[in-house]
């Protein structure tokens, strides 16, 4: 696949993804959140196999972007359907 059709393939999933995202229910935040981390785990692992020492040096740079990216999108992900999960719980008297 040459870079043009690549590209045009990125950014068509990039477009339909925000539409898709844009519908969704308020109330589906935290399912969505949850899956939005596992696609993100599989990235990490597609980044990871990029960032290996038999690729060029670019491929390595942006392997190890995509890593970061990715793993800072997971714990951030995780860190925000805590919290959402949080104010749904009932708060004890006195505190």
Do not use: Y
Not at 3 to 24: C, E, K, S
Not at 39 to 57: C, E, R
């Amino acid at each position: 696949m040459d870079f043009v059709t690549a590209l045009f393939v990125f950014m068509l999933a990039t477009f339909i993804g925000m539409d898709v995202i844009r519908r969704v229910s308020r109330l589906l935040h935290t399912p969505l959140m949850s899956l939005t981390n596992a696609i993100s785990a599989i990235a990490i692992v597609g980044a990871i196999i990029l960032a290996g020492p038999q690729h060029d040096q670019t491929s390595t740079i942006l392997g190890a972007i995509a890593v970061f990216a990715s793993t800072t999108n997971i714990i951030s992900g995780f860190l925000i359907t805590d919290r959402m999960l949080k104010m749904f719980k009932k708060k004890e008297p006195g505190q």
